[in-house]
């Protein structure tokens, strides 16, 4: 099955400057310009959260940054290449905020547990994500896929250590992982989005149970 392709360009009458030669370095080098861009891409996630890809605009990024247009240029050619660092900033924010938590848990299971109230309490905050990720399946494939597969390569990785030692299966694998990160993912979109009121901690119960005991009958 062919890979969806890039369906953007660079914005158009934006001033958007051409490139000549190899492409620069555009890393922040202060702590100024660190705020900066963390400011840029904060305006960014509600620009896109709200009107999404094709709807927003540079210029309209900057003014919710509170920056000037040129320091757009600063740091990105292209509306594409700020949509393509938002996916990897908002993939970040998010494994900062859950694996400092998981990390605390006592055991695998309840790491789980606490992994899903944590992401379910990130969604709620940052509810613009959902809509980011998704359009990313069109505007920029392999940052949507990355973002799945190390999403998903964390929870593999919490797996294995916890086989490791011995607080559950031995056999988990990816396919394990997929899982619990497809549940995530969809308990995430129904009471993260769409249910705001339903208690955060009873979802995780309930499907933490699932994770520890299955479907099976119980005697």
Same mark, same amino acid.
Request: proline share 3%; no cysteine.
């Given at each position: 099955?062919?890979?969806?392709?890039?369906?953007?360009?660079?914005?158009?009458?934006?001033?958007?400057?051409?490139?000549?030669?190899?492409?620069?370095?555009?890393?922040?080098?202060?702590?100024?310009?660190?705020?900066?861009?963390?400011?840029?891409?904060? *305006? /960014?996630?509600?620009?896109?959260?709200?009107?999404?890809?094709?709807?927003?605009?540079? &210029? *309209?990024?900057?003014?919710?940054?509170?920056? /000037?247009?040129?320091?757009?240029?600063?740091?990105?050619?292209?509306?594409e290449?700020?949509?393509?660092?938002?996916?990897?900033? #908002?993939?970040?924010q998010?494994?900062?905020?859950?694996?400092? %938590?998981?990390?605390?848990?006592?055991?695998?299971?309840?790491?789980?547990? %606490?992994?899903?109230? &944590?992401?379910?309490?990130?969604?709620?905050?940052?509810?613009?994500?959902?809509? %980011? %990720?998704?359009?990313?399946?069109?505007?920029?494939?392999? &940052?949507?896929?990355?973002?799945?597969?190390?999403?998903?390569?964390?929870?593999?990785?919490?797996?294995?250590?916890?086989? *490791?030692r011995?607080?559950?299966?031995?056999?988990?694998?990816?396919?394990?992982?997929?899982?619990?990160?497809? #549940?995530?993912v969809?308990?995430? #979109?129904?009471?993260?989005?769409?249910?705001?009121?339903?208690?955060?901690?009873?979802?995780?119960?309930?499907?933490?149970?699932?994770?520890?005991?299955?479907?099976?009958?119980?005697d």
């Open positions: 099955m062919d890979q969806p392709r890039s369906a953007t360009g660079k914005d158009v009458g934006e001033g958007t400057p051409e490139q000549a030669g190899e492409a620069r370095d555009k890393t922040p080098r202060t702590e100024r310009g660190r705020r900066t861009l963390r400011k840029l891409l904060d *305006a /960014a996630a509600v620009e896109f959260g709200e009107r999404g890809f094709h709807e927003a605009s540079i &210029s *309209a990024i900057t003014r919710r940054a509170g920056t /000037a247009l040129g320091s757009f240029y600063t740091y990105f050619d292209s509306k290449e700020i949509f393509q660092a938002l996916v990897r900033y #908002m993939s970040e998010l494994r900062d905020y859950v694996t400092p %938590i998981v990390q605390a848990a006592p055991d695998e299971i309840s790491a789980e547990r %606490i992994g899903l109230e &944590s992401f379910l309490r990130f969604v709620r905050e940052h509810k613009e994500i959902y809509r %980011i %990720i998704d359009e990313a399946e069109f505007v920029d494939y392999a &940052s949507y896929r990355r973002h799945y597969e190390t999403t998903v390569a964390r929870v593999r990785q919490r797996l294995e250590a916890g086989a *490791a011995g607080e559950i299966r031995p056999d988990v694998g990816e396919i394990h992982a997929w899982a619990i990160g497809g #549940m995530n969809f308990l995430g #979109m129904r009471y993260g989005l769409w249910d705001t009121d339903a208690d955060i901690a009873e979802i995780a119960r309930v499907a933490n149970d699932l994770l520890a005991n299955g479907l099976k009958k119980r």
